[in-house]
């Protein structure tokens, strides 16, 4: 009776002292305190080990760590961005007085003539397919899409797009209160991507890379009191073609994109003029 009654009060004593101490000894018996302070809940811990061996009896809980798997092939859909567009207008002063006869040059627009509206005029992409490709350990990675690059180009001057003038490009007599040129590829981009912390949806990465175009639809609209709204669908002496250099820096889904495209926006075969357009804007992208 005396041994049991002292066991009841040491048990009593183990439990006070589990509130407090990580391992409790009590004759043969050993507790051991979890790690944490809800045990029950299975969202947070699991039971590691309760066996008994020989007399004494342990009872321990750990954390579940899980570490996010990262795949060596990501896909992402239907992405985007959204920035300012501008160009470098190398043209030279007075390109096509060489070339027409004085009245049609006296039409064709000067480098300043042909200055964009900088808050106007953007660039928009969406991107319908995008995939990263792991090529050593999440830390260097291959990024490629295939989406559509638009340009709208809004110019300050009055400045018209035809298919059916000989420079495609003339000076016009009225004025606009929206004129701007749409262009619009289908293009294929590639980079290599650095990624400081893979696995996680906070680290820094960026990319540096190339982008392919192929021009798909040119169209100039314009909106004025004397002609209204009015669109003009064509080449307009456009190069088919775009090469640009690209880049982008972001931490997490956030992410800081430009690019500058290596060739003419015109078409040199055809044309003098000499644009080259670049971009910076944001892109929401998974990597």
Same mark, same amino acid.
Not at 43 to 57: L, W
Not at 88 to 104: F, K, M
Not at 127 to 145: R, T
Not at 185 to 191: I, S
């Given at each position: 009776?005396?041994?049991?009654?002292?066991? /009841?009060?040491?048990?009593?004593?183990?439990?006070?002292?589990?509130? !407090?101490? +990580?391992? &409790?000894?009590?004759?043969?018996?050993?507790?051991?305190?979890?790690?944490?302070?809800?045990?029950?809940?299975?969202?947070?811990?699991?039971?590691?080990? #309760?066996?008994?061996?020989?007399?004494?009896?342990?009872?321990?809980?750990? =954390?579940?760590?899980?570490?996010?798997?990262?795949?060596?092939?990501?896909?992402?859909?239907?992405? *985007? +961005?959204?920035?300012?567009?501008?160009?470098?207008?190398?043209?030279?002063?007075?390109?096509?007085?060489?070339?027409?006869?004085?009245?049609?040059?006296?039409?064709?627009?000067?480098?300043? !003539?042909?200055? /964009?509206?900088?808050?106007?005029?953007?660039?928009?992409? &969406?991107? #319908?397919?995008?995939?990263?490709?792991? %090529?050593?350990?999440?830390?260097?990675?291959?990024?490629?899409?295939?989406?559509?690059?638009?340009?709208?180009? =809004? #110019?300050? !001057?009055?400045?018209?797009? =035809?298919?059916?003038?000989?420079?495609?490009?003339?000076?016009?007599?009225?004025?606009?209160?929206? @004129?701007?040129?749409?262009?619009?590829?289908?293009?294929?981009?590639?980079?290599?991507?650095?990624?400081? @912390?893979?696995?996680?949806?906070?680290?820094?990465?960026?990319?540096?890379?190339?982008?392919?175009?192929? %021009?798909?639809?040119?169209?100039?609209?314009?909106?004025?009191?004397?002609?209204?709204?009015?669109?003009?669908?064509?080449?307009?002496?456009?190069?088919? *073609?775009?090469?640009?250099?690209?880049?982008?820096?972001?931490?997490?889904?956030?992410?800081?994109?430009?690019?500058?495209?290596?060739?003419?926006?015109?078409?040199?075969? &055809?044309? +003098?003029?000499?644009?080259?357009?670049?971009?910076?804007? &944001?892109?929401?992208?998974?990597?």
């Amino acid at each position: 009776m005396k041994q049991t009654f002292l066991l /009841l009060i040491g048990w009593g004593l183990a439990l006070n002292a589990i509130a !407090q101490n +990580d391992t &409790v000894r009590v004759g043969k018996m050993v507790i051991i305190k979890s790690t944490i302070e809800n045990p029950v809940d299975s969202n947070k811990s699991s039971v590691k080990e #309760f066996r008994k061996i020989g007399s004494p009896i342990q009872l321990s809980f750990e =954390r579940n760590n899980k570490t996010k798997q990262v795949s060596n092939i990501s896909t992402s859909y239907f992405e *985007w +961005d959204l920035g300012f567009a501008n160009y470098q207008n190398e043209t030279p002063a007075n390109t096509y007085t060489a070339y027409y006869t004085p009245n049609i040059a006296a039409s064709i627009p000067t480098a300043n !003539q042909l200055k /964009l509206n900088n808050l106007k005029s953007s660039n928009v992409n &969406v991107w #319908f397919i995008k995939q990263q490709v792991n %090529l050593s350990k999440h830390f260097l990675n291959l990024n490629y899409a295939i989406g559509l690059e638009m340009f709208n180009l =809004r #110019f300050e !001057q009055p400045v018209s797009f =035809r298919n059916d003038i000989p420079a495609k490009i003339k000076m016009d007599d009225i004025s606009f209160s929206k @004129n701007k040129l749409f262009v619009k590829y289908l293009t294929v981009p590639v980079q290599l991507n650095f990624n400081t @912390n893979p696995g996680s949806k906070h680290g820094l990465n960026g990319s540096i890379g190339m982008s392919a175009g192929y %021009l798909l639809k040119a169209r100039n609209k314009q909106i004025s009191e004397e002609r209204g709204k009015e669109k003009y669908n064509g080449t307009f002496n456009l190069n088919n *073609w775009r090469l640009a250099t690209i880049g982008e820096i972001g931490i997490g889904t956030f992410h800081i994109y430009g690019s500058y495209s290596r060739t003419n926006l015109f078409d040199e075969n &055809v044309s +003098d003029l000499k644009f080259f357009p670049y971009t910076l804007g &944001v892109r929401f992208s998974k990597f």
